[in-house]
């Protein structure tokens, strides 16, 4: 059983450094990314994003937060940032931008997020300036808290409640204004 447990640590261990060090590289890959943009003279057609792509960071000032955002929500991407939800519109553009992340790792600090905090979005195209509205916990098939919306809103998910062990049985929502 030492020996399990032993092997149990070890693989939760990698996965945190292999998070870890992604986050850097590709913190390091969008600043590139947003020089080469600006340095551009031209306006290009933004290419199609792929699952897995980055497609900016998100900070949280007040709680200390900085993820990088990927295209999708699959497993492995998951594991390595938050990833945007491919049904919803892209940061900044007029819509709801759906955001997931797990409660484990990346959106851990969303337990503590409160009204009118700020929530910067970076792509490689400009910084967008969120403001929470509000937050509530829904069922996992509540997915009405990503229906389009004429305005830009930012609508970040994470499972609930924090401190459950194993497959959550509800979900948080932080919803977020641009101004």
Known sequence: MLAA?????????????QA????ANAKQLLTSQIQAE????TSRPRAQLEEGDILGRLD?????VSIVVLQGTASRTLRLGAGHI???SLPGEAGNSGIAGHRDTFFRALR???????IQLQTATGLFHYQVDWTKVVAPDDIAVLASSRESVLTLV????FQFLGAA???FIVRAHRY
């Not at 447990?5 to 070890?10: A, E, K, N, Q, R």
């Not at 870890?20 to 986050?23: A, F, G, N």
């Not at 949280?60 to 200390?64: A, E, N, Q, V």
């Not at 994470?158 to 409640?161: F, L």
């Open 5 to 17: 447990g032993f092997v149990l640590l070890s693989l939760v261990a990698v996965t945190i450094v």
């Open 20 to 23: 870890k060090l992604y986050q």
């Open 38 to 41: 600006k340095e551009s003279k």
């Open 60 to 64: 949280i000032p007040r709680l200390g």
């Open 86 to 88: 491919e049904t919803t």
């Open 112 to 118: 503590n997020i409160q009204t009118n905090d700020e």
């Open 158 to 161: 994470t499972c609930y409640p």
């Open 169 to 171: 049985p509800k979900r």
